[in-house]
């Protein structure tokens, strides 16, 4: 992570909303489509609940998440935040329910219509894909689930 100069380290609290150490901080600027804090700094853009680990506890591995406790991705509190694998991060959001759509991540239902849903990932390999333009015709985004799904269209399937 870079190092910040003292004028971008008061920029960068300035832009959260600082309560008291159990409450989460969440950032007051730009987000990024999945909710995430976007705080920009020397030409880069970089997620703003990194800065603040990095801010706290020191350098952060390029192989390791910062995760929140909070399950907030605006939450920028040190105090809620921790290092983790990807594989932890998961096991993680799946001990308190938050992976979005089903279990495994790969496909919503809308329960009140029925209407299948699947990642863009899972939308490829599942419902064979092969002419992107079909994708760029059936994505929605589900503000609901925080992701992009691609709606299943039988004109989809080849």
């Known amino acids: 992570m870079d190092n910040f100069e003292e004028k971008d380290i008061d920029r960068f609290w300035s832009l959260i909303?600082?309560?008291?150490?159990?409450?989460?901080w969440e950032w007051k600027n730009s987000l990024s489509q999945d909710g995430y804090g976007k705080f920009k700094c020397n030409k880069k853009t970089l997620?703003?609940?990194r800065v603040s680990y990095f801010l706290r506890y020191?350098?952060?591995?390029?192989?390791?998440?910062?995760?929140?406790k909070c399950d907030n991705p605006?939450?920028?509190?040190?105090?809620?935040?921790?290092?983790?694998?990807p594989k932890q991060n998961i096991q993680d959001a799946s001990s308190k329910g938050h992976l979005r759509g089903m279990p495994n991540g790969r496909k919503l239902i809308n329960a009140k219509n029925g209407?299948?849903?699947?990642?863009?990932?899972?939308?490829?390999?599942?419902?064979?894909?092969?002419?992107?333009?079909?994708?760029?015709?059936?994505?929605k985004t589900n503000k609901?689930?925080?992701?992009?799904?691609?709606?299943?269209?039988?004109?989809?399937?080849?």
Request: charged letters at 25%; hydrophobic letters at 30%.
């Open 58 to 68: 020191g350098d952060l591995p390029d192989n390791l998440f910062v995760c929140h």
């Open 74 to 85: 605006k939450c920028c509190n040190p105090e809620h935040l921790f290092l983790g694998t």
């Open 17 to 24: 909303d600082i309560k008291n150490n159990n409450d989460c």
């Open 115 to 139: 209407e299948v849903y699947y990642s863009v990932r899972e939308a490829v390999r599942k419902l064979h894909i092969k002419n992107y333009k079909d994708i760029y015709t059936s994505i």
């Open 47 to 49: 997620r703003a609940h």
């Open 144 to 158: 609901e689930h925080n992701g992009i799904f691609i709606k299943e269209y039988t004109s989809a399937v080849s």
